[in-house]
């Protein structure tokens, strides 16, 4: 399986950009990277997915390294509602259709 | 629309009975997944399935199983329960693209302990 290297912990304080970075050295040209978060005591929740190009949604935005090998999910200005574990998870296109987590990045955010 | 629910919230179950976890969606989606959440650990896969009358293991099955009747319902049956058990059982729905561009849809989970 694609495997996928996260920091265990980061931490920010509110209002400041928090940039969570993700290593897949070994992905495939057709898989997708996909971020979820989830937050305590609550199933995981979806944040963006892309390809190739650099993605941007209300949650947050997605940039992609030109190699494919590395990713970082960027959220703008942090929140208190942000403190959440983050998954970095690439979907395979040849292993039929489903995604393997890691252990994620759990992100800790000061007033 | 409810999403996905899970069903019960929380059980407690002696070494050796059974049970069914049940997960019901109301998106009309093809593709449902069981996950477990070891405490500190992330997700793994137990089964999956691609439609109405399909399902296929994941990383680990061993101990579980599963039925697709139904698009709406993917009951997940622990059969003799072990103390390895205990965990967070996550169950997700999505799409039929095949999750390229679209996401998970997760329930928000039944906490399972077994003594």
């Known amino acids: 399986d694609a495997k996928t290297t996260q920091p265990n912990s980061m931490e920010s304080n509110e209002e400041e950009p928090v940039h969570l970075p993700c290593n897949h050295s070994?992905?495939?040209?057709?898989?997708?990277i996909h971020w979820y978060r989830q937050l305590p005591s609550q199933g995981p929740e979806y944040v963006i997915h892309?390809?190739?190009s650099n993605v941007n949604n209300r949650m947050a935005s997605l940039a992609i390294a030109e190699d494919r090998k590395s990713s970082t999910l960027i959220l703008h200005r942090a929140t208190l509602r942000d403190a959440a574990v983050y998954y970095c998870?690439?979907?395979?296109?040849?292993?039929?259709?489903?995604?393997?987590f890691g252990t994620g990045t759990r992100l800790q955010v000061f007033p | 629309n409810a999403g996905v629910t899970q069903t019960p919230k929380f059980r407690i179950l002696k070494i050796g009975q059974s049970m069914t976890l049940q997960c019901t969606q109301d998106?009309?989606?093809?593709?449902m997944y069981w996950y477990r959440q070891d405490p500190g650990m992330g997700l793994k896969l137990i089964y999956y399935?691609?439609?109405?009358?399909?399902?296929d293991k994941g990383e680990v099955p061993n101990g579980y199983n599963v039925s697709r009747s139904t698009t709406e319902d993917f009951p997940l049956r622990l059969e003799l329960a072990a103390p390895s058990q205990t965990s967070v059982y996550f169950c997700?729905?999505?799409?039929?693209?095949?999750?390229?561009?679209?996401?998970?849809?997760f329930g928000n989970g039944t906490r399972l302990t077994v003594t």
């Open positions: 997700a729905s999505s799409p039929d693209d095949r999750l390229r561009n679209s996401p998970l849809h």
């Open positions: 070994t992905i495939s040209g057709t898989d997708y």
């Open positions: 892309g390809l190739t």
């Open positions: 998870i690439l979907q395979e296109t040849y292993n039929t259709d489903k995604l393997i």
């Open positions: 998106m009309n989606h093809n593709y």
């Open positions: 399935s691609v439609g109405a009358g399909i399902t």
